[in-house]
């Protein structure tokens, strides 16, 4: 995963940082990453990124300048399925991850802490 930064008074995009994707490698990389929407001053944001080939997703911390930190969290479905989309909610509290071609949408909880899963 990569952290980048983006000045728009110069229309330049900038590499920050990179941070490893969890166990197992990236086979092919993230499919598809959102950032949280802008926390308050001094909070953590986060980037979760679903990773199609691992069926994984990923939540990596962020700083106010695009800093990642490594993945404190990961989640995997071992029966098979591929992580297509993930998205969170306008407040930034729940993060929404498609499975490819549509068969399973999952709701999770994140917080600082625990990024706790449930089916909806």
């Known amino acids: 995963m ?3 930064s983006f000045d728009a008074n110069e229309g330049k995009l900038s590499l920050v940082n990179t941070a490893p994707w969890p166990a197992g490698g990236n086979h092919g990389g993230p499919a598809h990453c959102a950032v949280a929407p802008l926390s308050r001053p001094g909070e953590t ?11 994984q ?8 300048a695009g800093k990642l930190s490594p993945s404190h969290q990961m989640l995997q479905y071992d029966d098979g399925s591929h992580a297509h989309c993930v998205a969170f ?3 930034g509290r729940l993060v929404t991850r498609i499975l490819a071609f549509g068969r399973r949408c999952y ?3 994140l917080s600082p802490r625990l990024l ?3 089916f909806l």
């Open 57 to 64: 997703t990923a939540v990596f911390p962020a700083d106010a």
């Open 107 to 109: 709701n999770h909880l």
């Open 2 to 4: 990569a952290g980048t």
């Open 116 to 118: 706790a899963g449930s």
């Open 45 to 55: 944001s986060y980037v979760v990124a679903a990773n199609y080939g691992l069926g």
């Open 89 to 91: 909610s306008p407040d």
